[in-house]
């Protein structure tokens, strides 16, 4: 039999889907001499059909090789590589292709540029799983120099000092950049537990340069000596902040005199002590002081000499004790944030009219005082923008520094459980015209007149609109408030109830109410709430917790 007549069976069975006798065929037609690039591309073809891509692209080359002028095995091979997932191989067999293919064969020019179309599409596909597998699994922060990852790092650990314990734990590659970098480690918090290896830690990582050193109340007593020696090493001329008990600071101090560095102690900016027996002893060292932050509890007259020594305060805060508070305000008129709670006021020796100008004081926050008025008296806050006053006796008192100087820049007002009066705190809120934030709570007999004279139903002297800029307001635990107040309160600066603007001005125009919380207010009308939820932003009105109304049951 002669290779033709091989073929031409091969051809037949072909047609005939009889694919593993035409390839038999196809290989006796190849084996008695056929050199035919036809025959190579048939049993190209029959491989294909049974799935063995790689022999028929074996097939596929031979035909290019004998044939490279003509089209066919261009053709099979760019199937072949699309089906193999080789589609750039494929693009290129099919620009081959078209090269050879007539002008006028317009169905095989459709086929290749069909097939062209899905092995592009293909390609891309691929592309874009490849660049969702290297952004699942790549490690880009790895190819940042660490200089700037541990910049990152730094702008991390300065909102919030506790996270440098995660970023040390993330993998090793962070932990070893953490660990190297003495700058993330300069805030020393010591709790009770595991104190001294804690303090023996940080030390070796900060390389003893700790900036901020603060110390928990409930540190056992025991852990003092180990602590102390672990503490010794320390560079205190650079330590900035300090937190500790009285007894731990006389023992930190008495360490101090040890290493003939209690110079540190002027060096401070900011210092956080309680309950300090015997701080006069202390007071020498307190000579030009840095400090500008200060907070003191169980504060006695002795550490009253400490006015006559600092004087650069910002924020200075005191709870608990006994305290003559005008010496503490001349002596630090620069001060910007004064909190003072559970005082007693300790009258002025000389009995005059002195006052003292804090033209920077921007918050003022008094919280269970009784003889209030010994303090506010003394003070003039122009500036005043954040004023604070909770549990209270007779705190119409407090407000007369407000009612000689309107307090024209304030902007957040809270009262709460305090002895006062509705005429009081309208004449506060009068002179307040920027205020933004109000909060009456706790207080019986005083909202709705508030609430009158702020919504304009009794008018004021100037026949004018006040509180324009009020936004959030919190009535909370006034058992008097009306449901009316409320809903004139926040119906009168709807936008749709505004005046209509004349040239594209708008007269009165008031801010709308954001937030308002009417919690533990028993009168509010509940058929009431559904319409106070759709008008305001942030609205709360519950009349009691969970645990109250168990207590009630």
Known sequence: MSWKESFQQGVSNFKKNKYSEALVLFDEAISLGCDSFIVYDSRAAVHEKLGNNKAALIDAKKVVDIAPDRWQGYARSARLFHALNKDEAAIKMIDLALERIKPDDSQRLQELHTLKSQATDALKAADERRRARIAKTAYHIGKLPVEIFTEILGLVVVADHAHILKLSHVCKH??????????LWQTLVVSKHRPT???????????THILHLSFHHNIPEMDWPSILSELSSLSWCGLRSLAASGSLFSRLYGLL???SKTEAISRLEHLDISGCPGFERFLPDFEDSHLNTLKVANFTPSMGGLWSRVHRLKTMTIEAGWIE??????????????????LVPIPMQSGGDDRAELSNLQCLKLFNIASVSSITRVIVAPNLRVLHLFNIGHSSDVLEFAHADPLRALRELRVGSCTTTASSLITLIAGAPVLETLQVSGIH?????????????????QQQDVCTVLKHVDFSSCGDLLTRNAYSLVKTRLRTDQPVAIDGVQPGCRAEIESLRLDGCPLMEAEMLPWFRGKVKVFSCVYMTKKEGKQRR
């Open 257 to 259: 005199h040890q290493l």
């Open 174 to 183: 962070w932990r070893s950049i953490a660990i190297k970098t003495p700058l």
């Open 197 to 207: 290896i804690k303090v023996r830690r940080w030390m070796e990582r900060a390389r």
């Open 445 to 461: 007999g005083v909202v709705n007149d508030v609430l009158d004279f702020i919504c304009g139903t009794h008018s004021n002297d």
């Open 325 to 342: 508070i005008l010496p503490a305000l001349t002596a630090n008129q620069s001060l910007e944030n004064l909190v003072l709670s559970d």
